[in-house]
């Protein structure tokens, strides 16, 4: 009798262990990062209540400098796009679409609403998907280096600059803390192929594109001064803030506070790197000696600025952008 065909099983996908062993290890940072903002966060909560009695009482006039630092800053990122675009680009609109990013880059963790909202305009005006993420990874190279260039020319050009940099007094569990979120960090580097793949990837990208600048070296000189100049247009924001409620702090200093405070709020998991930032320079500047209320109440004045009111005025600017086909 003839055998009757027997039917294969379906066969079954498993999951990869080196995504699951990657997942695993980003959940393991992720908590780091938490336990980090706690360790600093809560022993200030005591103070919450002190700290708003300062903002409340913030002087108006750095106040509103502060504000006017903020939005400044919009203006010098759309410069910087608009030097940097391998396709001609209008700025008036440009700039629309810098206010509306503040709005995505504030519901999305480690800048990536910025970089999608820019990436999705530059679509629109005409780039192709390699020359999009080329303009948009060589803004975040110049943000990078520019970044670096001013902490250098602050500390080798501005007068007893080194003076004005305290030591800092770091307790050992700090240190042990920040020290094991590191490690955490390299592992997960280590383990995460998928990214190392898309970020080499990413990197020749924009090298190859960086070589078209040579025809016009003055555009990237000026897209790196505007990058320079935002950066510095937020630093000082952050200065006013402290000002505002009576600390005192140098501009050195409160760069190097500015900097660890960005920098953890790049890597944490969260809306616009909200409470990250706000560890990262809380403990800043009780690291430089600031009294801890008014430490809270200077980050409190910034963020209610750099973070609240640009997410309200981008919402609006969204909108406008959307209803314009740029986004």
């Known amino acids: 009798m003839p055998q009757r065909p027997t039917s294969n099983p379906r066969p079954t996908t498993a999951r990869p262990a080196s995504g699951r062993r990657t997942r695993g290890y980003k959940q393991f940072i992720y908590l780091a990062i938490c336990v980090i903002a706690l360790y600093v966060v809560l022993p200030q909560l005591s103070l919450f209540h002190h700290s708003l009695g300062l903002v409340r009482e913030a002087q108006p006039r750095y106040v509103v400098l502060a504000l006017g630092c903020n939005l400044l800053s919009y203006l010098l990122a759309a410069l910087t796009y608009y030097c940097l675009a391998i396709k001609p680009l209008r700025y008036r609109s440009t700039l629309l679409v810098q206010v509306a990013s503040m709005f995505t880059n504030r519901l999305l963790p480690a800048g990536l609403g910025g970089m999608g909202a820019n990436f999705v305009y530059l679509r629109r005006q005409r780039h ?3 020359q999009a993420l080329s303009v948009v990874g060589l803004n975040n ?29 770091i307790s050992a569990g700090t240190l042990a803390v920040a020290g094991g979120l590191l490690v955490c960090l390299l592992l997960g580097a280590l383990v995460a192929t998928s990214l190392r793949r898309k970020l080499i990837s990413g990197v020749i990208n924009i090298l190859q594109n960086l070589l078209d600048y040579r025809q016009r070296p003055g555009r990237l000189l000026a897209a790196l001064g505007s990058s320079m100049s935002l950066t510095l247009t ?11 409620v009576g600390g005192q702090l140098g501009l050195v200093p409160v760069l190097l506070v500015f900097t660890f405070g960005v920098a953890l709020g790049a890597i944490a998991p969260t809306p616009g790197g909200i409470g990250g930032v706000e560890a990262g320079l809380v403990a800043g500047f009780i690291a ?14 910034f ?7 640009s997410l309200i005025l981008g919402a609006a600017g969204f909108v406008a952008a959307q209803r314009r086909g740029y986004l």
Do not use: E, K, M, T
Request: some cysteine; charged content about 5%; hydrophobic content about 60%.
């Open 234 to 244: 937020n630093l000082v924001c952050l200065w006013l803030s402290l000002l505002a």
């Open 141 to 169: 190279v110049l943000g990078f280096v520019g970044h670096g260039l001013l902490i250098g020319g602050l500390l080798l050009f501005v007068a007893d600059a080194r003076r004005q940099v305290p030591a800092l007094h």
């Open 303 to 309: 963020r209610l600025i750099n973070y609240w009111f």
């Open 128 to 130: 192709s998907s390699v």
């Open 288 to 301: 430089y000696q600031v009294p801890a209320n008014q430490a809270l109440a200077a980050v409190l004045v």
